[in-house]
């Protein structure tokens, strides 16, 4: 291969990892565009919403493997978690009781990039490696509890009952996150180079608009304004776009990079939802925040 094809070719995998880092980007405006759309027409419809455009955009922009091709074990394994994390999370954001609440939501999702590394050290059957897996899990954990425990100016009694009276949004947060470590973990043995996002996003439309029916498909008590269709539209191209660019990126570009910059997610989150949710927070959120990134790359450093 000559210079300029080499040259081409490094060119070509560069912009593709941008394109990709794009993701992390456009997935932390993700919380606040959720919340708002919630807000606006129910955490149920809100959410059906936002998967069913989802869906068509990704399907458009990021056409999925034929369903012929794609193997069973793939489709049942991999998309009950993929259809269980996205519906979990959705239906929290929905469900927090406050947009601050959201934010302390999005800091226990991000919790999901350390079980990775526990789960992972785990199935390698590695002690050496769950034990070096431990600093980094410790440091994130802790960082979540004191962005909680900040933003209720660490009034242990206060987060308890900041918790405690609205534990369903913390429990579905925390199992998702769990579910998309194993989603990330184990996926690709059953994939076989096959990808079927598109369809596993009609699948978590689907279950949300069973949710919406079942509970009786309730109307929204103010009609939504030119507002929440815009945030509905922030939030179903935030999630498209940010799948597509991530394809791209991983079929194309630099994985290594893109695990980096996928680091800074939390902090991004945090960052977007307080503009697009005009959130105040302590700078005791912000070290909690700062500490769950420092945890996950404390584990990205203890895997190299």
């Known amino acids: 291969m000559g210079l300029h094809e080499r040259k ?14 794009c993701a992390v980007v456009l997935w932390s405006m993700m919380f606040g565009f959720v919340r708002l759309t919630t807000q606006s027409f129910g955490p149920a419809l809100g959410s059906a919403l936002i998967y069913s455009c989802a869906a068509v955009f990704t399907y458009i922009g990021y056409r999925p493997t034929p369903l012929r091709r794609l ?3 793939y489709v049942l394994f991999s998309g009950g978690l993929f259809v269980f994390y996205e519906t979990a999370i959705t239906i929290s954001i929905g469900l927090a009781a406050s947009s601050a609440q959201t934010l302390e939501l999005s800091l226990v999702n991000y919790l999901w990039p350390t079980m990775l590394v526990l789960l992972s ?10 034990v070096r897996a431990l600093p980094g899990a410790v440091v994130a954990t802790t960082g979540v509890v004191l962005a909680v425990g900040g933003n209720n100016n660490l ?3 206060a987060v308890v009952a900041d918790v405690s009276s609205n534990p369903l949004p913390f429990a579905l947060t925390f199992a998702a996150a769990a579910a998309w470590a194993v989603y990330s973990v184990y996926s690709s ?17 689907a ?5 919406f029916l079942f509970e009786g498909a309730p109307a929204p008590a103010v009609a939504p304004g030119s507002q929440a269709f815009f945030a509905l539209a922030g939030a179903a191209g935030c999630i498209a776009s940010g799948y597509a660019c991530w394809g791209h990126g991983m079929f194309k570009g630099d994985m290594a990079k893109m695990g980096i910059g996928s680091y800074a997610a939390p902090l991004l989150s945090v960052v977007a939802s307080t503009i697009i949710l005009g959130v105040s927070l302590t700078p005791l959120f912000w070290c909690g925040t700062f500490a769950v990134v420092v945890g996950s790359l404390i584990n990205w450093r203890m895997r190299r």
């Open 8 to 21: 081409t070719v490094g060119d070509s995998t560069k912009r593709a990892t941008a394109i990709g880092l």
């Open 71 to 73: 193997p069973l074990k």
């Open 121 to 130: 050290a785990f199935d390698s059957g590695s002690r050496a490696s769950l």
């Open 155 to 157: 009034d242990w009694g």
């Open 189 to 205: 043995r059953f994939s076989q180079g096959c990808d079927a996002t598109a369809f596993f996003m009609v699948g978590v439309a």
């Open 207 to 211: 279950v949300l608009w069973t949710i």
